[in-house]
């Protein structure tokens, strides 16, 4: 298949040389040097009628998140903790996969991010929230690696990743005006 180059096979890599000597694509490595590594990068933008502060409230606590995320069964996290800096849990998807998850970055009402990881995947989330009128927007950031096997998993995931967090968002602005109602 293909065209004849008239090359011979490429010969094996001698001690502490490498085996093809031309260069690869941006995020691909020598086989003797790494898994593949995959990413991408996903955003989404959501306005609520919640206050900055109620929205990053309510957000920031993973005790929350199995009643807005849309992928997520449960999460294992102390019930009287209160979300900090370096907050650790772990989580139950609705695929069976188990996350441990911690949180990297803590300015009350303003920015909240948190890293996962689980097996060869890791997947980084960055929320902003911004007042605007009444309400406030919440701006996410994030992205989804993957290396080896699992980076198939992380470009697929990440693909859908800006629909589902946008989604995900406001059906949690959704329950958190009802909150305030009750």
Known sequence: MGPHLRRGAARAAGRRRRADPVALRRGL?????????????FTASVELGATPEEAFTYLVDPRNRPRWQSSLLSVDVPAD???????????????????????TEFVPFRVWAESGTWRGVRA???????????????QAEGEVSGSGLYAVAALSSGLVAG??????LRKAGRLIEERRDE
């Open 29 to 41: 490595r020598a086989a003797h040097r790494g898994a593949v590594l995959s990413t991408r990068r």
């Open 81 to 103: 903790e209160e979300p900090h800096l370096g907050q650790a849990w772990s989580e139950l998807t609705a695929v069976g996969v188990r996350p441990h998850l911690v949180v």
């Open 124 to 138: 980084d989330l960055r929320l902003r929230f911004t007042a605007r009128g009444a309400g406030c927007r919440v």
């Open 163 to 168: 629909r589902a967090i946008g989604a995900d």
